[in-house]
């Protein structure tokens, strides 16, 4: 109690250090540092902070905890601003710091409305939970939606924990692990009534039930067989200072053609066996669609049989004759005929579009992606299906961090490709952090996922989550593995985020039952 009364009453510069910090020990639940026992810690200081906090002073409570939270998790952003520093450098303070200090707003308005439902006890820590994860769950979809590492992701370092992501997924996951996370403030309080005990212990008892279904769940799946589907992934590992450089051109496509070819130790033969090669996002630096000298080259390379997925950009005339350019996925049979096609629809900001942009390139910003003008965003998701393979659903970078309208709703792929280059940050958390959301992608959806990563990490993931085998981050060759097998649809796959509202009212329920606060006087 008296360390919660001095959380509370401090002030200044004091107490916007104090939840600086706090929040930061929070962001080091994310991968790759998986350090999840933090939150058990930090996140009861933010909830003494708002006792007796005025409107106000609440919001700048999460804020400046949001703020150091975001601030750990983002910092590889900036690495992106040093690939061209002369041009970009300058951005870099206002692109990170605005993102930042953006997302921390959620945050703040989070703890101004739990003040503002003036609950105390274990009624006030469930208001928080269900306030910040609504406030993430708007974080993933207003204004395109950034959900990157929101705290349900934490469940990726806490083992079996992460199988409960295909009951509920990661904004499930995030009302439980910020409930979880919280509810050691329940220490700090001067009296609790009895079913305020009871409750708080009946809530902390399903994290230890969860890891226990978890782990029922995988225990069963030791047999289950994989497909017939042979894949390599080419993982080049070409810098960002060498990829765009016009006369680079030729020596990366002919890099990716001896990569894609070579004999490995799972694959003597080489390109022989394989039913489909993958390679990274914009895996090349010139219009492949349009080069039929790169498209006969291909042909040469591939045997009968062998498909090739590859990452590239494309483009075509608008409707009143603009070029629009997009990034995107081409599927190649073995005469190297464009079989099928996918167009990102995601778009980075600030790095394949600039929001604003009237606004801001007048003043100097511009997009880290260099076209003319911001690419276009194609109609959503799609999957593509090539001879031999079962259909696919792909994910070209960023669309790997959003678990909504993640597959064709019309048809259920049997598997997913992600691409991605990474290569814009560096060795930093940014890469890991990606292939965690990928992995947890997988388990909300059941369905195995195979990854393409320009400088890596690539990984063939299974439908439960689970790294098969990967190539780490900055290597360079291949990947060679056997696609596992799909599960049937998971119950988020069917039910999506209104297993989140179902939660929601669920545990508001709880929190009007334990106890009933009157406004104070």
């Known amino acids: 109690m008296r360390i919660a009364q001095s959380v509370s009453e401090l002030g200044g510069w004091r107490r916007a250090a104090m939840l600086l910090v706090a929040g930061a020990a929070a962001g080091l639940a994310m991968p790759p540092f998986d350090v999840w026992p933090l939150l058990f810690l930090a996140f009861p200081v933010l909830i003494w902070a708002l006792d007796d906090a005025a409107p106000r002073r609440a919001f700048l409570t999460g804020w400046l905890f949001g703020l150091g939270y975001f601030s750990v998790c983002f910092y590889w952003i900036g690495i992106a601003f040093l690939v061209d520093a ?23 308005l989070a703890a101004l409305a739990t ?3 003036r609950r105390q006890g274990l009624a006030r820590i469930i208001a928080f939970a269900l306030c ?3 406030a993430e769950w708007l974080r993933g979809h207003l204004l395109t939606g950034f959900p990157w590492t929101a705290p349900g992701l934490a469940v ?3 083992g079996a924990l992460a199988q409960t992501a295909s009951l509920i997924g990661m904004t499930g996951l995030t009302l439980f692990i910020v409930l979880w996370a919280s ?25 230890p039930a969860l890891w226990l279904w978890g782990s029922t769940r ?39 053609k001896f990569l894609s070819s070579q004999a490995s130790p799972q694959r003597p033969n080489g390109i022989a066996d394989v039913s489909v090669v993958i390679w990274p ?36 005339k608008g409707a009143e004759g603009e070029r629009r350019v997009f990034n995107s996925v081409l599927g190649l049979d073995s005469d190297a005929n464009v079989a099928a096609r996918y167009d990102k629809w995601r778009l980075v900001p600030g790095g394949e579009f600039l929001p604003f942009e009237s606004i801001l390139e007048p003043l100097g910003f511009r997009k880290v992606v260099t076209v003319p003008g911001s690419f276009a965003a194609g109609p959503g998701p799609r999957n593509i299906a090539l001879p031999g393979l079962p259909p696919a659903a792909v994910l070209i970078c960023y669309e790997a961090i959003f678990p909504h309208d993640l597959v064709d709703p019309t048809q259920r792929p049997d598997w997913i490709i992600n691409v991605t280059n990474d290569g814009w940050f560096g060795k930093s958390s940014g890469p890991y952090q990606h292939l965690a959301q990928a992995r947890l992608r997988t388990i909300e959806q059941g369905l195995p996922l195979a990854r393409a990563a320009n400088t890596g990490i690539s990984a063939i993931i299974d439908s439960y989550g689970r790294i098969v085998t990967s190539l780490g981050l900055g290597q360079e060759g291949v990947l060679d593995g056997t696609l596992p097998k799909a599960l049937p649809p998971t119950l988020y796959a069917r039910a999506g985020d209104w297993m989140l509202l179902v939660l929601m009212l669920l545990l508001g329920a709880i929190g009007i039952v334990v106890r009933q606060s009157k406004p104070k006087q």
């Open 86 to 108: 002369a041009t970009y450098l300058w951005m870099m303070p206002f692109m990170v710091g605005a993102l930042s200090g953006g997302m921390a707003l959620y945050w703040g």
């Open 115 to 117: 003040v503002l439902l």
């Open 132 to 134: 910040l994860a609504l």
């Open 156 to 158: 990726i370092g806490m």
């Open 183 to 207: 509810l050691p403030a329940l220490f700090g309080f001067a009296s609790l009534r009895r079913r305020e005990i009871i409750a708080a212990l009946l809530l902390i008892a399903l994290l």
């Open 218 to 256: 995988l225990s069963a799946t030791q047999d289950d067989p994989a497909t017939k589907v042979n894949i390599r992934i080419v993982q080049p590992n070409i810098s960002q200072d060498d990829k765009w450089r016009g006369d680079n051109a030729r020596p990366i496509f002919d890099k990716l």
């Open 281 to 316: 996002e914009s895996s090349v630096s010139f219009y492949m669609d349009e080069s039929v000298e790169g498209l006969n080259e291909l042909a040469d390379m591939l045997p009968d049989g062998t498909a090739l997925v590859m990452g590239a950009l494309r483009r075509e």
